[in-house]
């Protein structure tokens, strides 16, 4: 087997798993707070997508600079979803939180189709054809900005949630919630500024992926599921093991392409997601939960 | 309780004639209501009773559907046939899943998201299978005769399809009424006191998958000859996972009347916008209707809209009950 070939694979896995690893921080944040799984998370991302893509082609401004807007606007959105339906099931059984979050899901994915149809797009940005040879390994520049950018942004969520005070709220929330109560912290508050910065997170992991794959409106189901895999590797509610995690996965996923068709890969990770929720359900580095 | 048989058995007369004045375009309305209540029951007897959640139950429709075709098209196995070989198929699969999920304490979300990644897996697998059509899928040849479970017309898949659903109906108002029933919503409300009072949760959480994924099935061969056409991800897909489950969590789920009242508030729904969305390029609509809905149910009526429909009706069919509970409350009074 060609090494260079195989080193190839391993770097583009790891840059595509900084992605995968943003996507699965937000799911990882809105689980540690609330402990509630979003299994709408996928097609927030979609909608992150969309929005860098219409300011793409209506503005012609880059995804790149338009990411903070497509956050923000995605910040709303998992704002408003909190404030709305979430915190009215916080104390419902597990069992019945799943289905209010799958119906924001299909109701997200189905106004995309709607608005917007189910062709594929993919809009030709600046960069996104762009490559770059390091001796003989091939490196797309749209891919590598992308892992680089969601590094950035991963390390800003741990800074905002450790220095600021809203983060330490948040984290105060997350280990204790009756405790934060009773030292004044607004709950509800922090949920929904929870839900928002982990909806923020993958709205932005959308935008740096639009250069990187045709986008549409069915797209979402597999991100939520590829996070969800992320995220129980890494251990729900750790977010460290959650940027790991989609790491890990990533390469996997790369070198699956080894010995299965690109279309099989999936059934590795789901494959590797079954073996760990079977073997190691607190995750390969054991979240503090 | 008399009269709650009249209202039943009017009822069901009512909708037997209902193809004496029917036109065919609105029995095959009849006839995806029917369908989906039978499926949405069917997976109420997991989820419904036992509680543990399934967002992968387009996997033994699917199975169903696949395996009754299979054979009807290499070995000539007439599908009424076919199907049971299906239900035994998805039993296996249901069978395999919970040892992996009960066995190994995979509870909640866990479970869900099993169940999401065992559909997913064979749906990829069925997309890479040469013998199961692979991407294309499989179309059916179109050959009526009551063997081959193919009919002109929709006046037979009316009649099957409402078989369907009184049997499933029949066969949960069984279980409710056993053992087995009971232990299940023991299970539901609280499995660790459940095994603590030596009920055997394994084997019956075992029982009630093994139990839902054959009842699924049955409604693929239904569904596979009903449509004449068969796709991995429309068959197996996460998509028609949440649509099978949407409807009893509308109805009520845990009850028999849900599935089949959320199936005749949503299937006409879905059927209709359908018909006249889609042409205007609004296909998306109704499953954004859909899922609104269930949210709102979800968040102001957790136990279905079946609750709201039974006080309603209950003075009228059980004035026994009624006027029971009035006496208690007089005598509560003094």
Redesign the interface.
């Known amino acids: 087997m060609d090494p260079h070939y195989l080193l190839q694979l391993a770097i583009q896995g790891i840059l595509l798993g900084g992605l995968y690893g943003l996507i699965a921080v937000g799911l990882s944040l809105i689980f540690g707070v609330m402990g509630i ?1 979003n299994f709408a998370h996928g097609q927030m991302m979609v909608m992150g997508m969309y929005v860098s893509y219409w300011i793409f082609v209506l503005l012609g401004i880059d995804p790149y600079l338009s990411l903070i807007v497509v956050a923000a606007v995605i910040f709303v959105l998992g704002y408003l979803v909190q404030a709305t ?1 979430v915190n ?2 916080l104390d ?5 939180q ?3 979050l ?6 997200l ?6 608005l917007w ?2 062709d594929y797009r993919s809009p030709q940005t600046a960069l996104s054809l762009e490559t770059l040879w390091i001796g003989p390994v091939m490196i797309d520049v749209s891919r590598l900005i992308a892992f680089v950018l969601a590094i950035l942004i991963t390390t800003g969520i741990f800074v905002f949630l450790k220095k600021t005070r809203t983060g330490k709220r948040i984290r105060a929330a997350s280990d204790n919630r009756m405790g934060a109560i009773l030292v004044g912290i607004n709950v509800n508050r922090i949920n929904n500024a929870s839900f928002g910065l982990g909806a923020a997170a993958t709205g932005a992991a959308g935008a740096l992926l639009l250069p990187l794959m045709p986008l549409s ?1 069915h797209m979402g ?1 597999d991100f939520t ?1 590829t996070a ?1 895999i992320v995220v ?1 590797l890494g251990g729900m509610g750790n977010l460290i093991g959650a940027l790991a995690g989609g790491l890990i996965l990533g390469v996997a996923e790369s070198l699956s392409a080894l010995f299965l ?1 690109a ?2 890969k ?2 590795v990770s ?2 590797i ?2 073996i760990i ?2 073997f190691r ?1 607190q995750g390969l580095f054991a979240g503090k939960k | 309780m008399t009269r709650l048989y009249l209202f039943l058995a009017v009822l069901f007369a009512v909708l037997m004639a209902l193809p004496l004045v029917l036109g065919n375009y609105v029995l095959g309305i009849f006839v995806m209501v029917y369908f989906w209540a039978y499926v949405g029951q069917s997976w109420n007897v997991l ?1 419904g009773y036992t ?3 399934s ?1 992968g139950h387009a996997l033994y429709l699917g199975v169903g559907a696949y395996a009754t075709t299979y054979f009807a098209q290499n070995f000539g196995l007439s599908p009424w046939i076919g199907m049971f070989l299906g239900g035994f198929i998805a039993s296996a699969i249901g069978l395999f899943l919970g040892f ?1 999920g009960f066995r ?7 479970f ?3 169940t ?2 065992f559909a ?2 064979t749906r ?2 069925v ?2 299978m040469e013998a199961l059509g692979s991407f294309t899928g499989i179309f059916l040849d179109f050959d009526p005769s009551f063997l081959h479970f193919q009919f002109r017309g929709n006046v037979p898949y009316y009649y099957i399809s409402f078989g369907f659903m009184v049997v499933s109906m029949v066969v949960v108002r069984t279980i409710e009424r056993s053992r087995l029933g009971r232990f299940m919503v023991a299970i539901r409300e609280n499995e660790e006191a459940a095994q603590a009072l030596g009920v055997n949760t394994f084997k019956y959480n075992m029982l009630a998958i093994a139990i839902s994924a054959y009842m699924t099935a049955l409604a693929g061969a239904f569904y596979a000859n009903y449509i004449f056409y068969l796709h991995p991800n429309s068959m197996f897909g ?2 028609t996972s ?1 649509e099978l ?2 409807r009893p ?1 509308v109805g009520g789920l845990g009850t028999i009347f849900g599935p089949v009242l959320g199936s005749f508030i949503l299937s006409p729904l879905s059927e209709i916008s359908r018909a006249y969305f889609s042409k205007g ?5 109704h ?2 209707l ?3 809905v ?2 709102l149910v ?2 102001f009526m ?1 136990k279905g809209v079946i609750v709201y429909v039974t006080k309603m009706l209950n003075p009228i069919l059980k004035p026994e009950t009624a006027r029971q509970g009035k006496r208690g409350d007089d005598a509560d009074g003094r």
């Open positions: 799984i339906v009215r099931i419902y059984p597990e069992a019945m799943v289905l209010p799958v119906a924001v899901g299909l109701v994915e189905n106004t995309a189709l709607l149809g189910p409106p189901h599921l969800f129980i068709p279309t099989l999936q059934v789901f494959s997601l079954i929720m079977l359900p | 989820t509680g543990h959640i967002l992996l190994f304490g995979m509870r909640g979300v866990y869900v998201i099993l999401i990644a997913e897996i990829l697998i997309s890479h996460m998509a949440i489950i949407l969590i390029g609004l296909e998306g609509l499953l954004i859909y899922g609104v269930a949210i979800v968040l957790p």
